[in-house]
């Protein structure tokens, strides 16, 4: 099947989430249901944890017109932002440090410093101005958005959840 050799770095299986945190469970999907705790974050850090993505997002979206026009250094200030400003790295309270700790998953944490690697690897490469590298940590990063989508925000991202079952036709 296609998809083995990206099973590697996506979860192997990614529960189907219903939307909020206290509705009703999708019926269809009742078997492979399994909270990773997102949906019981409290709501001031599950808002913050939605800024942070669309600002994620924004950042993400500025780094391509400055790669094509050569601009490593605002990617790299961009980079240096992503990485600072992430979620886990913020300076929260102590706690929502804890309750992030203790209701997320081991998984999510370490997905989360895998990005946050990747946008210090990012910064890295666009300070030492070289595309190639640049290319590779801005594609690194894209998947690993999606890894951690697939896993943990399907009630958000439907669509990354159908791959679980082995679906190969999007
Ligand atoms: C470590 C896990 C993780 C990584 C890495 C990650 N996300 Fe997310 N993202 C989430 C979760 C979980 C949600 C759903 C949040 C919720 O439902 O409250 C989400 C939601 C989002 C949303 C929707 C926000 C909203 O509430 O409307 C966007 C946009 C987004 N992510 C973009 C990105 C981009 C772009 C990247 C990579 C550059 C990325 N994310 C990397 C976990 C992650």
Redesign the pocket.
């Known amino acids: 099947m296609k998809l083995s050799a990206r099973i590697t770095l996506l979860a192997i299986l990614v529960p189907t989430f219903s939307f909020g945190t206290e509705t009703p469970k999708h019926e269809d999907h009742e078997d492979h249901e399994a909270k990773t705790g997102?949906?019981i974050?409290s709501p001031d850090l599950?808002d913050l944890?939605?800024r942070e993505?669309?600002a994620?997002?924004n950042g993400?979206m500025s780094i391509i017109p400055a790669y094509v026009s050569g601009n490593w250094a605002e990617i790299e200030s961009t980079a240096n932002k992503?990485k600072s400003s992430y979620i886990l790295k913020q300076s929260l309270t102590e706690e929502q440090v804890k309750e992030l700790h203790s209701t997320l998953p081991h998984e999510?944490i370490e997905?989360?410093q895998r990005?946050h690697y990747l946008a210090g690897m990012l910064e890295h490469a666009a300070k030492n101005k070289k595309p190639e590298l640049i290319n590779f940590y801005f594609s690194e990063?894209?998947e690993?958005?999606v890894?951690?989508?697939s896993k943990?925000?399907t009630?958000?991202?439907p669509a990354l959840g159908a791959e679980k079952e082995g679906q190969n036709t999007h």
């Open positions: 997102v949906e974050l599950r944890l939605s993505m669309e994620l997002q993400m992503i999510f997905k989360d990005f990063m894209n690993s958005c890894s951690c989508h943990f925000a009630h958000k991202f």
